[in-house]
């Protein structure tokens, strides 16, 4: 709100402003307009899946199109739809009804989340805030070389989640 401190501080110039509260939190800070897949990797590189609403011109982003009733269907204007949701009587392959939310669920899960040989699944590499796509050779290589590093270190548990970050001085 105007005139509150945190109102103050944004137009002081602070980069970012995080409201913090015993049940939640809340990050502001500048809209530099950052593809969603740039978003992601920024603010969750933790978590399996991200659903963002809107987004619909967002490339490389699978998108789940819902439509009711006499809405118009984009299925075929808009990029990497693999799904619609719907409460017409629309039948095809990957179409669900709005309230079929479990299947929704099933199908995400095979999707995206299921794994073979259970490879290192959420390893990502972000150089100058962009995200770099890694292939499997990569990816694998990354994170098993960064693991047997941690493993010869003392650490007081076993590693479930490492984080690297590097800064490299620019002299």
Known sequence: KPGTDTAKHRQAGADSVLFVAP?????????????????????FPDVDIVIGEGFKNAK??????????????????????IAVATDRNNAGENVFRLDESRKIAAFIEKKFLKLANNKPRNVSLTVNGKSIPLN??????????????ISALKCPEEAKNIELRIMLDKK
């Open 60 to 81: 490389h982003v699978a998108k789940i199109e819902v439509v009711r009733d006499t809405g118009e269907l984009m299925q075929n204007k808009v990029p990497g739809v």
């Open 23 to 43: 049940d939640q939190m809340v990050l502001m800070t500048q809209n530099d307009h950052l593809p969603l897949v740039e978003l992601a990797h920024r603010y």
């Open 136 to 149: 499997n050779f990569v990816r694998d290589a990354l994170a098993n070389t960064v693991a047997g590093f």
